[in-house]
């Protein structure tokens, strides 16, 4: 599977941005999504992730109640809605597929490309 993320920009702190991660292939809905995000000079970290089927989500601690993942398998297109975003959020978003049968899945081995999100204060 293929990957393409997109939705990224400069957004004011409090602001929302939605992020779109949109996979090739016909096959989309047999795997698990996620997303990570890296900050200038640090490591890749967890955001959240989805299920195939998209009923069950998992969260970092510090987006939940202010990020919502979710995913349209009609689509091929998995989102990320990120509400009250602070400076601290600003990192280069990543999505990434797993066909792992379990849940949570133990790694995430398809990665797209990342898109900048900035939040200034």
Same mark, same amino acid.
């Given at each position: +599977?293929?990957?393409?993320?997109? /939705?990224?920009?400069?957004?004011?702190?409090?602001?929302?941005?939605?992020?779109?991660?949109?996979?090739?292939?016909?096959?989309?809905?047999?795997?698990? +999504?996620?997303?990570?995000?890296?900050?200038? /000079?640090?490591?890749?970290?967890? +955001?959240?992730? =989805?299920?195939?089927?998209?009923? =069950?989500?998992?969260?970092?601690?510090?987006?939940?109640?202010?990020?919502? =993942?979710?995913?349209?398998?009609?689509?091929?297109?998995?989102?990320?809605?990120?509400?009250?975003?602070? &400076?601290?959020?600003?990192?280069?978003?990543?999505?990434?597929?797993?066909?792992?049968?379990?849940? &949570?899945?133990?790694?995430?081995?398809?990665? /797209?490309?990342?898109?900048? +999100?900035?939040?200034?204060?």
């Amino acid at each position: +599977v293929q990957l393409q993320a997109s /939705g990224g920009g400069l957004v004011q702190a409090g602001g929302s941005l939605r992020l779109s991660c949109a996979a090739s292939g016909r096959t989309f809905s047999r795997y698990n +999504v996620g997303w990570f995000r890296q900050a200038p /000079g640090k490591e890749r970290n967890f +955001v959240a992730d =989805i299920r195939r089927n998209g009923l =069950i989500t998992r969260y970092t601690d510090s987006v939940k109640g202010r990020f919502t =993942i979710s995913r349209d398998n009609a689509k091929n297109t998995v989102y990320l809605q990120m509400n009250s975003l602070q &400076p601290e959020d600003t990192a280069v978003y990543f999505c990434a597929a797993s066909d792992q049968i379990n849940w &949570p899945p133990s790694g995430y081995d398809y990665w /797209g490309q990342g898109t900048q +999100v900035t939040v200034s204060s």
